[in-house]
């Protein structure tokens, strides 16, 4: 949608009343059939390499959401997402720029590389476009900065694509812990290993902010999550390059690395992300400690001080959350916009400087080599803090 075009955000404001009267904050909506043809959400996507045509493939199945237009830098993407969405015939764009002045769309979801996000989120939040962006936020500091500045101005909705904000199944287990029923959470540990390594610009750290920034974010959101979205105070960590890319960037990502960060009031959390393991060996681990008690938060079980196992939620994986965060982006353009997203500019900028800061703890990007120091959360020099 143009941002000018008020008629018809008008108008998706008035024919929703009665989804609104079901809005209720953070919940997770699911489709709702036939009905939602009343109040079609027009989406355009820019960016349709691997994670956007993911995106795009979840979306053209959501009823009640037309695809109006896809944009890539790369023609053959664009008319590979053109394919994706052949019942819609979207429009084809190679330029952005162009795309929001042509197209009538009510948002836009943002799949690019990391390190190109803010150059395309701020002009489409600074016109008031209702925006979708993949997560992390940017590969930078100064840059992450930037957009959580752009959002706090804008009267457009930004969410960001961390996902499991919208599993129900972490959210069941971290509302058990925020009861305060459990008693008080004393460590965390998390751990994720892959099978292979990613290459592409996901190795080159300036385009995606390195491995443990592009993929294990997801994880140091969940923790912060954990944390009541508290940012850690310090951070130390080890990582190293071992395997021999070809032609690897300047400032190669790490393929394996842990960190350990502070949280207040000492609680540590331990985390390591490896590349290359064994697929036997393929798991995501995230855990959270109390005094006698603890919650496996990816299996969804609480293990008691009387040494029972209670399952307090499904089991979950990578992708769990995925179709619901676009299901819930296009209800809340359909109710006016007005719902702060679960995973919103203060959260995920939260999650994104943790990551970077853990980045930090172990790649010196000034000398270009990995060796362990210790960050604190005042060495990144954020100017985004409340």
Not at 27 to 33: E, K, V
Not at 197 to 213: A, H, P, R, T
Not at 219 to 236: F, G, I, L, R, T
Request: proline share 3%; aromatic share 8%.
């Amino acid at each position: 949608m143009k941002h000018g075009d008020v008629t018809r955000r008008a108008f998706l404001k008035t024919s929703a009343a009665g989804a609104a009267a079901a809005a209720a904050a953070g919940q997770i909506r699911t489709a709702r059939g036939a009905e939602a043809k009343k109040d079609e959400v027009v989406l355009g996507f820019i960016g349709v390499g691997g994670r956007g045509t993911t995106l795009l493939r979840k979306v053209v199945t959501i009823p009640g959401i037309r695809v109006g237009a896809v944009c890539d830098l790369r023609s053959e993407r664009v008319a590979a997402a053109q394919r994706v969405a052949e019942q819609f015939k979207p429009k084809g764009y190679e330029n952005f720029k162009e795309m929001i002045e042509k197209e009538k769309l009510d948002g836009i979801i943002v799949a690019t590389e990391v390190a190109n996000h803010a150059k395309v989120v701020i002009p489409l939040l600074e016109a008031n476009i209702h925006t979708f962006s993949e997560k992390p936020m940017d590969s930078t500091v100064e840059k992450v900065d930037a957009i959580v500045k752009a959002a706090r101005k804008s009267k457009a909705i930004y969410q960001v694509g961390f996902q499991r904000r919208y599993s129900e199944n972490f959210i069941k287990a971290i509302e058990k812990i925020h009861s305060g029923d459990l008693g008080k959470v004393v460590f965390l540990a998390g751990d994720w290993q892959f099978t292979s390594g990613v290459g592409g610009w996901v190795i080159n750290v300036e385009m995606s902010g390195g491995k443990l920034v592009e993929q294990a974010c997801h994880h140091m959101d969940v923790m912060a999550w954990v944390m009541k979205n508290q940012h850690p105070v310090e951070a130390v960590g080890m990582g190293a390059v071992t395997v021999e890319h070809k032609n690897p960037p300047k400032y190669t990502a790490e393929d394996h690395s842990s960190v350990v960060f502070r949280f207040p009031g000492d609680i540590i959390f331990t985390y390591t992300h490896t590349s290359y393991c064994p697929e036997k060996w393929y798991a995501e681990k995230l855990w959270v400690y109390g005094q006698g008690w603890g919650i496996n938060l990816s299996a969804g079980e609480l293990y008691t001080p009387d040494k029972q196992t209670v399952k307090i939620a499904e089991s979950s994986d990578y992708y769990v959350g995925t179709g619901e965060q676009l299901e819930d982006f296009a209800d809340n353009i359909r109710t006016g916009g007005k719902r702060k997203p679960n995973s919103n500019a203060e959260t995920a900028r939260v999650a994104t400087l943790m990551a970077l800061m853990g980045r930090a703890a172990f790649h010196n990007m000034a000398t270009n080599r990995y060796e362990s120091r210790i960050i604190k959360w005042s060495d990144l020099g954020t100017t985004t803090d409340a």
